[in-house]
Structures are given as C-alpha cells and as structure tokens.
C-alpha cells in the first residue's frame, strides 16, 4: 500500500472512527507523512496505530493520541502553540498544519538535532525547535495560546501555566511513571484555571525542574495479566444517573449466595444447558472468593454435566505437573519446580490445592479421567527444556538439534523481554526461524512419537508451541500492547482448542481466566484498541455453546504486589468508584448473588445494565494510588457475561509456602 493510502486508512480507522472530528485535524493526521519521523527499519508500520521506538529510548506517540490532543487544545489557524517533547517532530509537524506557530522543546540533544533537520527537510517553515528543559516552558516566545506536553509528569508545571494567555489550553498527562490522567486546563482568568479530565493514557516520563528527576519513575517492560492501557485510551466515565434504581432492580433479579461451600447452583447449571465450554472470570488475581466459587462450579459441571477438562491462566509446563498428579498415571519427576515464576500466589495457594485434591480423588473415585491444563505462554524456557527432555527420552538426535536450537535463546533467561528487543534494534538475528522449525519437525514426526505415548507428545507439543509461541509474544512486545496482549490471547485460544481436540469429541473444557481475557473483549474498550481476547474468540468460534461468567467485589483484601517482580502483599481493596457496575451492585445491599444476563429475568435490566459504565480488574499488580487509570476500563456488562457473580466483601488467597520453606518435602505439584 502507498503512504498516502495507508495515512488515509489509519485516519478513517483509528482516528475518525474512533470519535476526533476537527476536520482541520484530521486534514493534517491525512498528510504528515509519518514514515518520516521513524528509524527506516521501521516505517513499515508507520500506520499501524501505535507508539513505537524511536532513538534515546524514547517513542513517538500513537497516532490517535496525537489527533485527540490536537483537538483538544482547539486551535485556531492563527494561534500560537508550545509543544514540550519534541521527540521525532511527529507531533509537532501535525501541530503545525493546525496553528500558525510551534515551538517545540526537547531535552534530548540528539533527538531535537534530528527533529529539526527532518522538518526543515520536510519545508516546515513555521516550526521553532529548542533544545532545554520544556518543564520551565519557554519563557522567550511565551505566553501561548495553547501548550502541550507529550510527556507524562506527576504534576502541572508551574511555568507552564503561567506561560499561557488567559483563555489558552494545556494538555498533559498527569500521574505516575506508568499511567495517567490526560489532562486540559484552561486559563479562565489571571489566576483562575479550569480542570477536565479526558481520560486514561500512558507517556514516557516527563524529566525536568517541574517534571519527574532523571532516576525516577521510568517504566520497565510490562509483562502484566491485566490490559493494560496502551497510549491513547480514552475513558469517558458514565454519569452517575439513577444508580438507586438501577440497584433495586439488581437486586429484584439477584439469586443470593449464603456460603459458597453450599451454594445452590441448579438455576446456573440450567442457564449453562448443554454449553461445551464455560469461561469463569475473576476481577482479581488473588481473591480467595473467586477461587472457592469457581471450584465448586467446577465440581458441578464435572460432576454433574462430565466435564472433561479445566484449562487455566498458568503457564503450560506447571499446570501438567497438576495434571500428571491429578490423573496419576504418568511420572511426576521434574527437575525445576513448578509455580515459582512471578505470580506464584495466583496458583500456589490454598484454594488451587483444595482444588487439585478434590480432581485427584474425583478421578481415583470415579474413573473420570479429568485433565488440567495451563494456556499462557510465558514458559519460554521451561518449555524449552521440557521439549528437549522429552526428545531425550524417544529420539536423541533430534535432542541434540532442540539443544542447540533452543540454546540460542538462554542469554536472555532471566528477562526475556531484553531478547525482543535486541531481535529488533540490533543487528542480531532473531531465533523466530529456529523455534518454528524445531514445532515443524516435532509435528512431522507426530505419527512417529504417537505411537509410544500420545498424552506425552501432545504435551511435548504444546511446549514446543509455547516456545515459538513466546518469541514471536516478545518480539511484539516491544511495539506495544495491543500486538502482544492479542498474540497471548490468540494463543491461549488456540491451546483450548488443541486441548479439545486432543480430548476428542465428547471433551467439555472449564476455563479459568481473569475477566479480562474470559468477558468478551467487543463489549469493552479493549475492542476500540483493537483487542480481542480468549471469550471474543470462542464467542465466534462456539457462539451459544460458551457460556462466560464474570465476577465482581466492591471492597475487602487482595492479594498482589505493587509492582512486577515485587513480594506479595495483602492490600486493602478501595470501594468502588460511584460510576462503575461495581456501585451498583455494592448498592443492592445483597453481599453475594448470581445475576443472569444473557436473558434476564426483566428486559428493563438488561436495558439498564446496557448503558457502559467503568468496570475494575486488578491484576497481580494493584496500585490504589492510581486506581482510576491503572484498574479501571469501560465496558457493558450483559455484552460482556452471561452471567455475573458478585461478593460485595472479598478477601485474600491464602499463598502455600515453598518447599525451602514447607515442613517436609512434598511430591505435591503445589507444595514442593
Ligand atoms: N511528540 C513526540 C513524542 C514525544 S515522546 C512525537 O510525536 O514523536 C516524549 C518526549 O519528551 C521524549 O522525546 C522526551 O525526551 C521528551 N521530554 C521528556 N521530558 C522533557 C522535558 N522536561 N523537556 C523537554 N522534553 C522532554
């Protein structure tokens, strides 16, 4: 596709569909020719609606960003515009068909050298460059009539809101290292100034006397089980409206719960009817409610409707040293430990044991041949490693191919994020050609390896699928959030679908994901990122067949830590916001119930519950501070579940210690 095309696409796309309507704006998003501010290597995904690297390890913003905060300032062809953060000169090139003059100020020496260059080249005549600290404006050309700043600070600068005229606008985004608060103000007198937020997005940090210090704040690599937002997410929070109502009817509709252990499900397991798959959620990583209430749903389904199979959020290799020990009838040796990776309280706790005892003796007792499973695919290494035993045992020449194969990868075991960097920025091959190469030859040999054990090279498989799987997930990483979070997701949905097949025809799966990847991405702001995610996928691929369950709390204790990598705490969960589903349930004053969505009781709820509102998901990260940005995103509850399932109190999974740690050694999976 030629530029121009792909610009005219990427505006209809990304940016006019997704609600900026200054035409003056997207005149200028239609021809500023993006390439042009990119490292070459790059330019092929000049249209691709994302932040991408640029030189100093800094980015140049996505695209729609850029529009939403050009057309938020409300330029006149006239006026005059201070930008702070010149980084390729993008913006600043957009900025200039919109006013009539910028000044731009970037504290990269290197990075203002190339962006003056570039927009003289490009006979931008109207541009000034600056190379300074953009906290303290720029005194020289001030006042502006409008400033703004594309850099993520913890405050409003002073000098900036000083530098402006009365009746100017300042855009910037405020809040921590990794999420903030897009923010406009507009000097309505000498020294008054109005406040609207305009949602929730994410910026490099804002370094300078007024800005962040060098050392501080500077995001690292995210690897979270929550979406996080990617640059440009706007949020426009629901009014409060009728929240009273709207509870009563809730609770008019609500099947309440006394306890979880006795719970009466038969309503549920009637709604569910002859569904193949079920997806059940939680809001948290580490409620120890969800995971009580799942298990016995679980138990139910198995019980009650044969269920064959439960497929968790945990890495492949771990969930199979469950499995192994649940069906009892393959060796449990391994010579790495198995849910030790960070989380290790999503899985290593008291409830997931409950759980694995009661499959164990299930199928002892019953002859049911129940299978556990994990989707995710952070194991790159471990399931290196597992592929590489496995050919040990049944075909040793081909061992030695995996090991060196496979071997390329190990410099980058303890953060294999760095390896999709230097895949991309460096002149280092990338391992993709090794690591597809190793699953075709191991799938070539399928009939081969089958014949000796069919459960083993199913599992061998899948590990090789997560290893190929996880290079191409941390290549991706590094453009942005949303290629990763849908390669993870569409990997998860593959795996379902090989677990199924390889449990034949009559295979019914139970899934336990967060609500993030379970509820169905079209009826959430994820859609307008351009997500999908694991209950999106298998409502196209089963439609009425998949029944999804999502779950709620208002307030209560979690367990997760505050940053990736850092110890578990047990943190106190803030209330809900007054504008989320989560108040309205909390407002019904019942402390636990099912509410059917599919097809509710009363017509007048699903219209009701119709209307978006923001909704919470805490991760294995939760940070309260900053809750409204980091946790909160936009969605329609009865689009998203058939069914939601609510504790208003909640409190944390107990975690099980480390073998290092535990009284004796165990052969448990979970205790060792
Ligand atoms: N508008 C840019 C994106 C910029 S990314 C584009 O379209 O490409 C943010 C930029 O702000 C980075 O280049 C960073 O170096 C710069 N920056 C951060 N703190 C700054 C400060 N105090 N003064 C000037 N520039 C700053």
Not at 188 to 203: I, K, M, P
Not at 303 to 324: H, L, M
Not at 552 to 559: K, P, Q, S, Y
Request: aromatic fraction near 8%.
């Amino acid at each position: 596709m030629d530029s121009l095309k792909a610009r005219k696409t990427m505006v209809d796309r990304h940016v006019r569909a997704r609600g900026v309507r200054d035409p003056r704006v997207l005149a200028a998003m239609g021809t500023v020719p993006r390439e042009a501010f990119l490292p070459p290597e790059l330019a092929e995904y000049a249209y691709d609606d994302r932040p991408l690297p640029i030189s100093s390890g800094q980015t140049i913003s996505q695209p729609y960003i850029v529009a939403v905060m050009a057309e938020a300032l409300a330029l006149r062809p006239d006026e005059r515009v201070l930008e702070i953060g010149t980084g390729s000169g993008y913006a600043a090139a957009v900025l200039a068909q919109v006013a009539g003059r910028v000044y731009t100020v970037e504290r990269i020496e290197e990075l203002a050298t190339l962006a003056r260059s570039r927009l003289v080249a490009l006979g931008y005549r109207n541009v000034d460059v600056h190379l300074g600290d953009g906290t303290l404006g720029w005194r020289e050309h001030a006042p502006y009539d409008a400033i703004v700043v594309a850099a993520g600070g913890p405050e409003l600068p002073r000098a900036l809101l000083d530098q402006l005229i009365v009746g100017g606008r300042l855009v910037m985004p405020v809040g921590d290292g990794r999420a903030q608060e897009l923010v406009r103000v507009t000097r309505v007198g000498s020294d008054e100034y109005r406040r609207d937020e305009l949602g929730a997005v994410q910026f490099v940090p804002l370094i300078g006397e007024q800005g962040w210090a060098d050392d501080e704040a500077v995001p690292r690599a995210p690897r979270g089980t929550i979406p996080r937002r990617s640059v440009g997410t706007l949020v426009s929070p629901s009014p409060v409206t009728r929240t009273g109502t709207v509870a009563k009817l809730i609770a008019e509709c609500a099947e309440p719960i006394a306890r979880i252990e006795d719970a009466p499900l038969d309503a549920l397991l009637d709604r569910i009817g002859d569904a193949k798959v079920v997806l059940l959620g939680e809001a948290t990583h580490g409620t120890s409610e969800f995971y009580r209430m799942r298990t016995r749903i679980t138990q139910e389904l198995i019980r009650r409707k044969g269920f064959t199979s439960i497929a968790v959020e945990a890495d492949w290799p771990d969930a199979a040293a469950v499995d192994r020990y649940i069906r009892g009838d393959r060796p449990v040796e391994r010579a790495w430990v198995p849910f030790t990776r960070f989380p290790t309280w999503m899985w290593r706790n008291a409830e997931t044991h409950q759980l694995v005892e009661w499959l164990r003796a299930h199928n002892r007792e019953t002859g049911a041949n129940v299978s556990f499973s994990g989707l995710d695919l952070y194991s790159m290494y471990t399931s290196a490693f597992e592929v590489v035993r496995y050919l040990e045992r049944v075909d040793p020449l081909a061992a030695r191919a995996a090991r060196e194969r496979y071997g390329r990868l190990t410099p980058w075991e303890h953060d294999p994020a760095a390896y999709g960097r230097a895949a991309l920025l460096s002149r280092m091959a990338s391992c993709e050609h090794d690591v597809v190469a190793m699953l075709r030859e191991l799938l070539a040999k399928r009939i081969q390896y089958s014949a000796q054990d069919g459960d083993e090279f199913f599992d061998a498989a899948q590990n090789a699928r997560v290893v190929a799987g996880a290079e191409q997930y941390y290549r991706a990483m590094y453009y942005g959030s949303v290629e990763s979070w849908n390669l993870r997701d569409q990997h998860m949905f593959d795996t379902l679908r090989a677990i199924a097949s390889h449990r034949g025809a009559d295979s019914k799966l139970i899934v336990w994901e967060h609500n993030s990847h379970v509820g169905d991405a079209a009826a959430t702001e994820m859609a307008a990122r351009g997500e999908h995610n694991v209950g999106h996928l298998c409502r196209e691929a089963y439609g009425d067949d998949v029944f999804v369950v999502g779950f709620g709390t208002d307030h209560g204790t979690v367990a997760a830590a505050h940053a990736w990598d850092e110890p578990m705490e047990c943190m106190q969960v803030r209330p809900a916001r007054a504008d989320s589903y989560e108040r309205l349930c909390h407002m019904t004053n019942v402390p636990a119930f099912l509410l059917h969505l599919r097809d509710p009781v009363r017509d007048t709820l699903g219209d009701e519950l119709s209307e978006p509102r923001l909704e919470r998901a805490i991760g294995v990260i939760y940070r309260p501070d900053t809750e409204l940005a980091s946790h909160y995103f936009q969605a329609v509850l009865p689009s998203q579940f058939d069914e939601y399932i609510w504790f208003d109190e909640t409190s944390a999974v107990t975690p099980l210690p480390h073998a290092a740690q535990a009284a004796a050694p165990s052969r448990h999976p979970l205790l060792r």
